[in-house]
């Protein structure tokens, strides 16, 4: 097999400045955003015009969410950039998701929020028809997927699962049937299966798991069937992180998830695959290229960074201030107790340093970062998971911290433990989780090679 190389991005959530996004409302609106907003035109025009530049990768997989909210000018704009991209002799083979054809998209200006054209779901297939559909082996139209020969011997399945009716990312069996069918013919015909899926199929980070709609419903059936079929890496995007998870099917076939992060917001990067042989696969990461934006003097890195620690912040002032907006998102509104551990910890966080923290808790912390903010060390973990690679393994003081402070709260951490849903069908265990939150210690989240079997 020849080396074929080619890039991914996922979640570009292209905004047509034409719409406008400004004002008090917007930038009320953004201190909980992680991605940025107005800014997306401009970044996805630089990204574009980079991976036009590159001239030895002809293949551009994008993985969904290719709009901020499915407004007809950004399809409209995007769609442009697409096709100039492919005029470039660059094949993009796209899919769509659920921020697509959302029911009622958005622009905001002086007078606030207001309501803007958006596009159906069945009109997708034919915005995107020139960029997978068209030359596909084959199609399921209802679901939005297909399968396309993206080089000699290597078969892609694009795949959609953001609508069986209940509004919860899925695949349905007459899908899941097709795909099954794809995968047994790419087998036949010796050709090396890849995949490519909107939403997480393994989750990112095991804190993800958590979360409503990181990870479809019947994501480790369909993992078992696409490995036990011979379809071994997939990438996935959603949850706008940097990760690559691995799971072991009980027949022993290998399933990777690479997730890539939004374009759009940190860690705001760009993906380079390389298939190097049948089993072999090569996957790096780049940061988005320097976009033409007033950065007040930021580089772009520090830009995202900055947009993402907002979040952060603001999330913890409302910690302490309006607990129930966070509860509403883990379905546990109403909670008295949890109100009140939300709103005492987001009092602590803000104004401790990590050695008064401790103390109060009769914990010792680590005299090298006990002068420390608390809450800059809190957002900083967040951002970390994002970025993947999270540095505070067993042995680092922060992680020797994280597991004195929860050992404190054992007695509270049980019952959480039975309200959290199960994790890969096991009970849910946040000693663990936040374990795994805070340091990584499977493979590399950024740069790695991947063994399929
Ligand atoms: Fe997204
Ligand atoms: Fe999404």
Redesign the pocket.
Known sequence: MECNRFFVIA?THYFASSIGAYGEEYEKRMRYEQKTHAETQAINEAVFEYLESVKDIDVVLIA??LTYNGEKESHKGFTRLLKRLKESGKRIYIIT???DYRPHPYGFNENGRFDVEGIKRGDLFDYYYEFGFKNALAVDREHLSYCAQLFPGVRLLALNN?DDGTGKPTYSGEQIEWIREQAIKGREDGQFMIAMN??PLLPGKPVFALTP?AVMKNADAVTTMLADEGVHLCFT????NQSINEKITEKGNKFYDVCTGSITGCPAKIRIVTIKDEKTVKIESMPVPDFEWDMGGKTTEKYFADQFDMMINSTIEDMAGNPDRLLRDFGASGNRILQAVFSRLGKIVSTSTIGSFSKKLLVKADPAISERKLQDLVAEVVRNMFEGDQPYIEGTPEYELFMKVLGRFRPIIKILNKKFPSVNGKPADLFEIVKHTIGNYGIPDNEAELILK
């Not at 995007?237 to 706008?240: E, I, P, R």
Request: glycine share 22%.
């Open positions: 979640d969904g969410d998701a659920g921020h953001d909107h939403y709609d995007g959603h949850m706008h």
